[in-house]
């Protein structure tokens, strides 16, 4: 498991992201072992409160990378660290509104993804739109079936495999 939260800051932080979960990825597949990622879900310094999607992008990019689990960073305040707030539970144990963010957020993965992703082997990925310097470009020769994507939002993509060699797309 690594830690990771330059995502939640901007675009660069984005490009970042990419970049350190990409060689932790890699190394995680080269040994075997099943990565985790922690992910920020509260605000402090340079980080403001997240919003649902933010949230629910840093767990679709982690799947879509074929991490298997997360464990989110400040999922509570405690109230001798002035700095850090809006985390799902404050220092009173009271949820917040973050805290039903990430409910919904989590829920919605599960619901959608959950249980089919934890079965699946990710085989490779792709950007589209924008290249982050870490992973490679979709192009027209990057898989046998699908020469291309049209989108208007930067787009990760990934082909996994399940145990009887079927491929699924992940968009």
């Not at 992703?117 to 490779?124: N, P, S, V």
Request: net charge negative; charged share 20%; hydrophobic share 40%.
């Amino acid at each position: 498991c690594f830690d990771v939260y330059s995502q939640a800051i901007n675009s660069g932080g984005v490009t970042a992201y990419f970049h350190s979960i990409k060689a932790f990825v890699e190394a995680a597949e080269e040994a075997g072992l099943d990565l985790w990622v922690t992910p920020i879900c509260s605000a402090h310094m340079a980080y403001r409160p997240l919003t649902e999607f933010q949230l629910l992008w840093q767990i679709t990019t982690a799947a879509a990378l074929g991490v298997k689990g997360i464990t989110w960073f400040r999922l509570y305040d405690r109230n001798f660290l002035a700095n850090y707030h809006d985390s799902p539970i404050d220092e009173f144990g009271n949820k917040t509104l973050t805290f039903y963010r990430l409910l919904r957020s989590q829920r919605r993965f599960q619901q959608q993804f959950g249980e089919l992703i934890m079965g699946l082997k990710r085989k490779e990925s792709w950007l589209v739109g924008f290249q982050r310097m870490s992973l490679p470009m979709f192009g027209e020769n990057s898989h046998e079936l699908i020469k291309e994507i049209k989108t208007f939002e930067e787009t990760l993509v990934s082909i996994f495999e399940d145990e009887n060699g079927k491929e699924y797309l992940c968009i």
